[in-house]
């Protein structure tokens, strides 16, 4: 094969990037240790990251002009199983990167999280902020950046890390915490169960998967020199009264309580590196995001109203 996109990971943003990225000019392969469901007219071949022979033979086959690795853990996932999520996220970030620079890959583009700003994600940190994570998850993927950068230097791999905000909008609710609870108040209002929608009073930024996935797709295929670190979020908080009132407009035959948590943010993540370099511009409104995941769960036959 002679150019392609091998995507890693066929959770919840690895799906919405390969539905960018099918059916356009160039086949699209997902890499995937577990048997997941891939969007139609991608290639799927099942592999762990953390395989580096493996992983460069599928390199070596596909010879990719990107590749977009998401595999690994996050959310109750990456905090329950924490030896495994070091060594995913950290280790097999950096096969990935050590097999792309070995086999020539133009571009690597490694989905980071807003969790390596830790105790400085408060004032809405820009790209030069330093990292203090506070989470095991986030010294991960902080330590997953460092391994990638040392992997690909002195070689023809130019690295993107983007720093993604909290996402929601993945199928089943899977990924992270925050996609999590939004499915679980969701699945409940559409069963016809009151809700306790339980997010904090300051605000909370929620990025849609499809609006993250489309700064993943401009990394990997448009800009002409991506940065090395590029925040991605929504431009904007949601209150916890922002997000009831939205829950009671989508489910009106349900009650809504609004519980108002600490923990919140005053500003939402920079965008302006990714805005003025990738074009980037979030679309998607937490009252079109959450439309878009309650038609989906009804359309699955998932909940009965
Ligand atoms: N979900 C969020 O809120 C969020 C926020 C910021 C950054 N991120 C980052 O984005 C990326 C994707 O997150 P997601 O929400 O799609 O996660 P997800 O849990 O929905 O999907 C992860 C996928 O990786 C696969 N995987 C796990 N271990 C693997 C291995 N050893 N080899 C091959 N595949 C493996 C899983 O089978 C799964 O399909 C992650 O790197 C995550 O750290 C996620």
Redesign the pocket.
């Known amino acids: 094969m002679t150019g392609s996109i091998v995507v890693?990971?066929?959770?919840?943003?690895?799906?919405a990037v390969i539905a960018r990225l099918a059916g356009g000019a160039l086949p699209v392969v997902v890499?995937?240790?577990?048997e997941?469901e891939h969007p139609a007219g991608a290639i799927g071949e099942r592999?762990?990251?953390?395989d580096r022979a493996a992983v460069t033979t599928l390199l070596r086959r596909y010879r990719p002009v990107a590749v977009v690795?998401?595999?690994?853990?996050?959310?109750d996932?990456?905090k329950a199983q924490p030896a495994l999520a070091e060594s995913?996220?950290v280790g097999?970030t950096a096969t990935v990167a050590a097999a792309c620079a070995d086999t020539g890959v133009p571009r690597l583009v490694?989905?980071?999280?807003?969790?390596v700003y830790g105790t400085r994600l408060a004032a809405g940190p820009a790209e030069d902020a330093p990292p203090a994570p506070r989470s095991h998850?986030g010294r991960t993927?902080l330590a997953a950046e460092l391994v990638a950068a040392t992997a690909v230097q002195d070689s023809s791999t130019a690295l993107v890390a983007m720093?993604?905000?909290?996402?929601?909008g993945?199928r089943d609710g899977?990924?992270?915490?925050?996609?999590a609870g939004l499915d679980a108040m969701l699945r409940a209002g559409a069963a016809g169960h009151d809700i306790d929608c339980a997010a904090p009073a300051t605000g909370r930024e929620h990025?849609h998967?499809d609006d993250a996935a489309d700064a993943v797709r401009l990394a990997a295929l448009r800009a002409a020199d991506p940065p090395v670190v590029v925040n991605v979020g929504a431009g904007r908080l949601d209150s916890v009264w922002e997000l009831a009132a939205v829950l009671r407009e989508l489910l009106p035959a349900v009650t809504v309580r609004a519980r108002p948590e600490p923990g919140g943010v005053d500003r939402p993540l920079d965008i302006t590196l990714a805005s003025r370099v990738l074009g980037y511009r979030p679309l998607i409104g937490l009252a079109a995001g959450l439309r878009r995941m309650l038609e989906r769960l009804r359309a699955s036959s998932q909940v009965t109203r």
């Open positions: 890693t990971g066929c959770g919840g943003l690895g799906s890499i995937d240790n577990a997941r592999c762990d990251v953390r690795h998401t595999a690994g853990l996050v959310g996932a990456a995913v996220n097999g490694i989905t980071s999280s807003l969790a998850y993927k720093r993604l905000a909290g996402l929601y993945g899977q990924g992270g915490w925050m996609n990025l998967v």
